[in-house]
Nanobody, 123 residues
Framework: QVQLVESGGGLVQAGGSLRLSCAAS????????MGWFRQAPGKEREFVAASSRSTGSTITADSVKGRFTISRDNAKNTLVLQMNSLKPEDTAVYYCAANPRGRSTRASDYDYWGQGTQVTVSS
């Protein structure tokens, strides 16, 4: 098992930046592919970005490409989502998740989830 705790959310004006972190404990962090998802009120959980077990392979949703960057530090058991040029439509609860089988854009492929952190972008 792995336990995940997100931090770094908050209220920011449109055009601003936030840096989300996900701290992992338990099983070896490097054995998991990791992902960020978000869920806005009344909407389904949406893929944001994912990283393979190594740091060399990432994928990002088209809606955030060029603005959000996912990265991981296996030595520090940490996953990061750097969010720049934020828009009001980025407002959501952001979740990090762990997948022992490999990188995926589907939420159903992830076995472990954090509690989420709220990101609110004002216009």
């Amino acid at each position: 098992q792995v336990q995940l705790v997100e931090s770094g959310g908050g209220l920011v004006q449109a055009g601003g930046s936030l840096r989300l972190s996900c701290a992992a404990s338990g099983r070896t962090f490097g054995s998991f592919a990791m992902g960020w998802f978000r869920q806005a009120p009344g909407k389904e959980r949406e893929f944001v970005a994912a990283s393979s077990r190594s740091t060399g392979s990432t994928i990002t949703a088209d809606s955030v490409k060029g603005r959000f960057t996912i990265s991981r530090d296996n030595a520090k058991n940490t996953l990061v989502l750097q969010m720049n040029s934020l828009k009001p439509e980025d407002t959501a609860v952001y979740y990090c998740a762990a997948n022992p089988r490999g990188r995926s854009t589907r939420a159903s492929d992830y076995d472990y989830w954090g509690q989420g952190t709220q990101v609110t972008v004002s216009s």
